[in-house]
């Protein structure tokens, strides 16, 4: 969890996306309650929006990931993870927001992926 979450009942979600098979998105919640957090929401808003990619109901305006490749996050925010250890894939569509690359140490540093470049991190834990 990162440092300054506010105080009190939430809920955690985590998405992740397949890598064969049908493009999806996957998603769990937990109810939380957390505490020696933050009394205000400053970092709550300072957080990056969910990426939402591969919904079947989106049509000309919609953003798909690359077959059998980890979906690259635009914008994951400076709190990330990953063991990835390949270049990660790219996405299209009218819908796809622009990389941002994120502040954290592991987001990748180029500019919006194309579908003949693939970003690949900086590092790997």
Same mark, same amino acid.
């Given at each position: ?12 979600? &985590? @998405? &992740? ?17 957390? @505490?020696?957090?933050?009394? #205000?929401? /400053?970092?709550?808003?300072?957080? $990056? ?10 049509? %000309? ?5 690359? #077959?059998?490749?980890?979906? !690259?996050?635009? #914008?994951? +925010?400076? !709190? ?5 250890? /390949?270049?990660? +894939?790219? !996405?299209?569509?009218? *819908?796809?927001? %622009?990389?941002? +690359? *994120?502040? +954290? %140490?592991?987001? %990748? ?9 693939? $970003? ?6």
């Amino acid at each position: 969890m990162p440092q300054g979450m506010p105080n009190g009942v939430a809920t955690l979600a &985590w @998405t &992740w996306f397949n890598k064969a098979g049908n493009r999806e998105i996957y998603m769990n919640c937990a109810p939380i309650t957390i @505490t020696g957090g933050a009394s #205000d929401n /400053t970092m709550y808003n300072s957080l $990056p929006d969910m990426f939402v990619i591969n919904l079947p109901n989106t049509g %000309a305006t919609g953003c798909a990931s690359e #077959d059998n490749k980890d979906v !690259f996050f635009p #914008d994951p +925010g400076k !709190f990330v993870s990953t063991i990835a250890s /390949t270049a990660l +894939g790219t !996405f299209s569509g009218a *819908g796809c927001p %622009a990389a941002t +690359g *994120g502040s +954290g %140490a592991n987001s %990748a540093t180029t500019a919006a992926p194309s579908s003949s470049a693939a $970003p690949v991190p900086s590092s790997v834990p």
